[in-house]
């Protein structure tokens, strides 16, 4: 019998743990692995709710804990927490020796993980690849992961051709479809009630998820389109309740932070909450009638329970939505009139008939089949991959 592969899983946020948790498990559970948990960023600060946490109230034990954010959100503190990230995982992995390490999406704490990797020549499975978000830096890393990865989940079929379009082997390069439709499917959601005794909150006749991230790629414009996004929800006035998750550690998040507390903290009909956990996050989004700001969560699971998103600014910019999403520029008017179509009857009633492009749902099982049977000697035998272009035979 062949020895189980060490399967190192990296997390640092509590969106992405939340997406990976099934895949964690089926890891876990699984005789063909010995599950290996390196946790880092977000989950080990206070600031953020030590999500580490609820990570092992779910029965998965930590093999490295790697600190690295610092009390500073600038672009320097950043880079240096992306520093010392690079440090960190390095021990880790020469602690754990994995034979494949996984990692999700486009965050800086993750770039510092798949360097460290590189380096020490293990091999990489990004998840989440091949996607773009033009108002953030996390388009240039998740790219940039893409070139250290050996294989390559992807959530949709424009995903996949642009990781082959990166120079990456088709045969490497997995459809998989969006792990937060599992994540919805995989779980019994809480009721109204069980939410308002848990939470300490009541939902009111009209109820929405806020979530706003500082746009990285637009210096000194997030408290601007935050101060927007908080004036055009103040307008809706105190019928509508209001339900903000916190920014992300990202440049200028602590700002943002700070305007949501102050904003929460004069209006009765609004609560804010530095993590939810992945159960509770995604019941409260099935109660909501919609989700607000420029969150992932709004394009790839919302449309799976039939409400609108609307997505402000550039941050998500470039990718595939569903026709529950509704953009809009981050100004006050724009946010206004976006909401107002939000509840409008005639969005809502095209919403029973929305499809989710990242699809219904069995990403974690194909992602756990790729792990099981994929060869791993020769994996970082890797070549640039040359696709056909067509000749431009124009006169300049």
Same mark, same amino acid.
């Given at each position: 019998m062949s020895a189980a592969r060490r399967i190192c899983v990296v997390t640092g946020t509590r969106a992405e743990y939340g997406l990976m $948790? +099934?895949?964690? !498990? %089926?890891? $876990?559970?699984?005789d063909a692995f010995e599950l290996q948990l390196a946790v880092t960023g977000m989950h080990l600060s206070p600031e953020f %709710?030590?999500?580490w946490r609820e990570i092992e109230a779910d029965g998965f034990p930590i093999d490295e804990r790697v600190e690295i954010l610092l009390s500073s959100d600038t672009p320097v503190g950043v880079s240096k927490a992306m520093g010392l990230g690079l440090i960190g995982f390095a021990d880790a992995f020469a602690r754990l020796k994995p034979d494949l390490v996984v990692v999700l999406g486009d965050r800086f704490e993750i770039l510092a993980a798949a360097s460290a990797a590189l380096v020490a020549g293990i091999p990489i499975a990004h998840i989440h690849g091949g996607e773009t978000t033009e108002g953030a830096f996390d388009? !240039?890393?998740r790219h940039s992961v893409t070139k250290m990865s050996h294989l390559h989940f992807t959530a949709a079929a424009p995903y996949r051709d642009r990781v082959i379009q990166l120079g990456?082997? #088709?045969e490497r390069v997995f459809l998989v479809g969006g792990l937060g439709i599992d994540a919805i499917k995989g779980l019994k959601l809480l009721d109204r009630a069980e939410l308002e005794g848990q939470l300490d909150l009541e939902f009111g006749a009209r109820n929405l998820m806020v979530t706003f991230h500082p746009p990285t790629l637009e210096p000194g414009e997030a408290a601007a389109q935050m101060q927007a996004l908080l004036d055009a929800l103040d307008s809706l006035g105190p019928e509508t309740h209001l339900l903000f998750? /916190? #920014?992300? !550690?990202d440049t200028g998040g602590r700002e943002l932070a700070a305007m949501v507390d102050r904003f929460v903290a004069a209006r009765p009909h609004a609560r804010v909450f530095t993590s939810l956990g992945q159960l509770r996050y995604l019941s409260c989004m099935r109660l909501m009638d919609g989700v607000v700001g420029n969150s992932s969560s709004g394009l790839i699971e919302t449309p799976s329970f039939g409400i609108g998103t609307v997505n402000i600014g550039d941050r998500q910019a470039g990718r595939l939505k569903a026709a529950s999403v509704i953009d809009c520029a981050p100004q006050q008017d724009a946010i206004e009139a976006a909401l107002e179509r939000l509840f409008s009857d005639d969005f809502r009633k095209g919403l029973a008939g929305v499809e989710n492009p990242y699809g219904t %749902? +069995?990403?974690? /099982? !194909?992602?756990?089949d790729v792990l099981r049977r994929h060869p791993l000697s020769g994996l970082l035998k890797k070549s640039f991959h040359d696709i056909a272009l067509a000749t431009d035979t124009g006169e300049r």
């Amino acid at each position: 019998m062949s020895a189980a592969r060490r399967i190192c899983v990296v997390t640092g946020t509590r969106a992405e743990y939340g997406l990976m $948790r +099934g895949l964690i !498990a %089926g890891i $876990r559970d699984d005789d063909a692995f010995e599950l290996q948990l390196a946790v880092t960023g977000m989950h080990l600060s206070p600031e953020f %709710g030590l999500t580490w946490r609820e990570i092992e109230a779910d029965g998965f034990p930590i093999d490295e804990r790697v600190e690295i954010l610092l009390s500073s959100d600038t672009p320097v503190g950043v880079s240096k927490a992306m520093g010392l990230g690079l440090i960190g995982f390095a021990d880790a992995f020469a602690r754990l020796k994995p034979d494949l390490v996984v990692v999700l999406g486009d965050r800086f704490e993750i770039l510092a993980a798949a360097s460290a990797a590189l380096v020490a020549g293990i091999p990489i499975a990004h998840i989440h690849g091949g996607e773009t978000t033009e108002g953030a830096f996390d388009e !240039a890393i998740r790219h940039s992961v893409t070139k250290m990865s050996h294989l390559h989940f992807t959530a949709a079929a424009p995903y996949r051709d642009r990781v082959i379009q990166l120079g990456e082997a #088709p045969e490497r390069v997995f459809l998989v479809g969006g792990l937060g439709i599992d994540a919805i499917k995989g779980l019994k959601l809480l009721d109204r009630a069980e939410l308002e005794g848990q939470l300490d909150l009541e939902f009111g006749a009209r109820n929405l998820m806020v979530t706003f991230h500082p746009p990285t790629l637009e210096p000194g414009e997030a408290a601007a389109q935050m101060q927007a996004l908080l004036d055009a929800l103040d307008s809706l006035g105190p019928e509508t309740h209001l339900l903000f998750t /916190m #920014p992300n !550690a990202d440049t200028g998040g602590r700002e943002l932070a700070a305007m949501v507390d102050r904003f929460v903290a004069a209006r009765p009909h609004a609560r804010v909450f530095t993590s939810l956990g992945q159960l509770r996050y995604l019941s409260c989004m099935r109660l909501m009638d919609g989700v607000v700001g420029n969150s992932s969560s709004g394009l790839i699971e919302t449309p799976s329970f039939g409400i609108g998103t609307v997505n402000i600014g550039d941050r998500q910019a470039g990718r595939l939505k569903a026709a529950s999403v509704i953009d809009c520029a981050p100004q006050q008017d724009a946010i206004e009139a976006a909401l107002e179509r939000l509840f409008s009857d005639d969005f809502r009633k095209g919403l029973a008939g929305v499809e989710n492009p990242y699809g219904t %749902g +069995g990403a974690t /099982m !194909a992602i756990l089949d790729v792990l099981r049977r994929h060869p791993l000697s020769g994996l970082l035998k890797k070549s640039f991959h040359d696709i056909a272009l067509a000749t431009d035979t124009g006169e300049r």
